[in-house]
């Protein structure tokens, strides 16, 4: 891992071309409570409407986040969906999307329940698209266009939809166009039988199913899989493959034999979509860093393991896969932070698409009771945030005896705790100034205490609160009476 910390951080911005199906991705957000009395069917109660890049496009904000360049080559339509996806870009070359009259912008429209308002589960997918092959002329306007543009590209990335701009004609002319400019080339393949259609490629990343579609081959172990992308390298007249394995990692095999099994950190499987998008886009700029095949498969293997965790496509940023990389190797600075440095980073967060879930207490002689509770607690988002009480407060609501042990102290062991991923210390009595300035997705609460402070706050904002029941028998006050006890009232 530290190998791959100073990889990123000489990381520069590598000129890239990416060719493929541009799409634009609408959701809409909606709590399901009751099935409607027209027909056996849940009722969306819409809450909120979302667009993002989608298809190669999504491909292509993937490497903006880790601040490559990018020269986008596909089509779109001449419509309103066309020209909000080119605004969705930003700082990408959208110069060599053509626009085209007579064919509509892909667009597909994701319809999210909210079980229990909290669980979102994606309900019906609506598809606007038209994806027959592309007449011949634009064919070839597009492969003139990568022409136009690969000078100065180290890589190109194709990602095959199969919508038409990716053919059996087209992909080996524009695999052709970026070799004799030098430059590797990376496929993200589509769902197809023949990977004749990438011939001359540096390098493949099909998924499992994928790999066995192509190849032919049912993959059940190592020696399946190096069979079925040895099939795959011989059909393609590939360097290499890279099969990507969900949560259990990913395959490397290449041209001369050689095979490694690359693992990935477990994690929490949220929502996959994407997750290809991510693991492409990592692999074309860590290759046109100069990263060896190995080190790009370890870091597709982070950046796709961050976005899997996260419900959607959020594009992860070259910071945040460091920051991964800290965690997993020890260096994360520390996660207890002022107030000032704390709101930066939940912004940060933001960004990229968490949901922050904030709890409070003094969390004095830190006990099993608060251990499950915060585990419990973290798996309601995706970053909690623990505000503790300092010793002047502790002391304004406990007595004059409290707290045992020093703020400092009750943070430092709360931040070592791995469900817990930021501790700030308050001197109020309430955290209701705290929450009035993060303003967390989720409040969570223990116990049964009937009033909640801060509720009408978060609920005001259009925030959730819970109420986590709390372990039986387990207790501060609990604890230093029995320790009182067998001492005999003696500290």
């Known amino acids: 891992m530290d190998r791959l910390v100073s990889i990123l951080e000489r990381f ?17 957000y909606g709590n399901v409570d ?28 993937a490497m903006l986040a880790l601040d490559a360049e ?10 309103s969906h066309g020209e909000e996806l080119v605004r969705l870009l930003g700082e990408a070359d959208t110069m060599s999307l053509m626009r085209l009259y007579d064919r509509c912008t892909t667009v ?33 306007r597009l492969v003139a266009a990568l022409r136009g543009v690969v000078q100065g590209c180290k890589v190109v990335a194709l990602q095959d939809y199969d919508k038409g701009v990716l053919t059996d ?10 070799r004799k400019a030098g430059a590797d080339v990376v496929v993200d393949p589509a769902r197809i039988r023949s990977y004749r259609r990438y ?58 034999g050689v095979a490694r099994r690359i693992a990935t950190k477990p994690r929490s499987v949220y929502d996959v979509t994407g997750a290809g998008d991510e693991v492409l886009a990592m692999m074309a700029v860590a290759i046109a860093n100069r990263c060896n095949l190995t080190d790009a498969v370890e870091l597709a293997n982070v950046a796709g393991g961050l976005e899997v965790e996260r419900f959607g496509v959020v594009p992860i940023t070259r910071d945040e896969v460091l920051a991964e990389l800290h965690k997993m190797i020890g260096l994360r600075g520390s996660k207890v932070l002022a107030r000032r440095s704390l709101l930066h980073e939940l912004a940060r967060l933001r960004q990229g698409g968490h949901t922050i879930v904030f709890t409070n207490g003094c969390f004095d002689l830190l006990h099993m009771g608060h ?3 915060l585990a419990q607690a973290r798996t309601m988002g995706t970053a909690l945030v623990v505000a503790i009480n300092s010793d002047e407060s502790v002391q304004r609501l406990k007595g004059p005896s409290r707290p045992i042990i020093p703020a400092a102290e009750r943070a430092e062991m709360l931040g070592a705790l791995e469900c817990v ?33 801060g509720q009408d706050i978060v609920e005001n904002y259009g925030g959730r609160v819970l109420t986590l029941q709390q372990v039986e028998g387990l207790s501060t006050t609990a604890i230093i009476g029995r320790i009182m006890e067998q001492s005999g009232g003696q500290a």
């Open 12 to 28: 520069g911005r590598p000129r890239v071309a990416l060719v493929g199906d541009f799409m634009l991705d609408r959701y809409i």
């Open 34 to 61: 009751r099935l409607s009395p027209e027909a056996p069917v849940p009722v969306l109660n819409v809450g909120r409407r979302e667009v993002h890049p989608g298809g190669a496009a999504s491909v292509a904000a």
């Open 70 to 79: 990018v020269c986008c080559v596909g089509v779109i339509g001449k419509d």
């Open 108 to 140: 597909k429209c994701r319809y999210v329940g909210l079980a229990q308002h909290r669980h979102a589960q994606q309900m019906l997918r609506v598809d606007e698209e038209q994806a027959g092959e592309l007449p011949e002329e634009v064919g070839n």
């Open 169 to 178: 004609t087209t992909a080996p002319e524009f695999i052709n166009v970026a």
């Open 199 to 256: 011939l001359g490629a540096t390098l493949l990343t099909p998924n499992r199913y994928e790999a066995e579609l192509a190849s032919g081959v049912t993959i059940t172990d190592e020696e399946s899989m190096a069979r079925a992308a040895r099939e795959i390298i011989r059909e393609a007249e590939a360097q290499a493959v890279i099969i990507t394995l969900d949560r259990e990692g990913a395959f490397l095999f290449t041209r001369e």
């Open 371 to 373: 251990v499950r509770y």
């Open 421 to 453: 991923d930021y501790v700030t210390i308050f001197d109020e009595d309430t955290p209701e100034t705290l929450l009035e300035l993060i303003k967390p997705d989720i409040l969570v609460k223990g116990g049964t205490t009937a009033v909640i402070v």
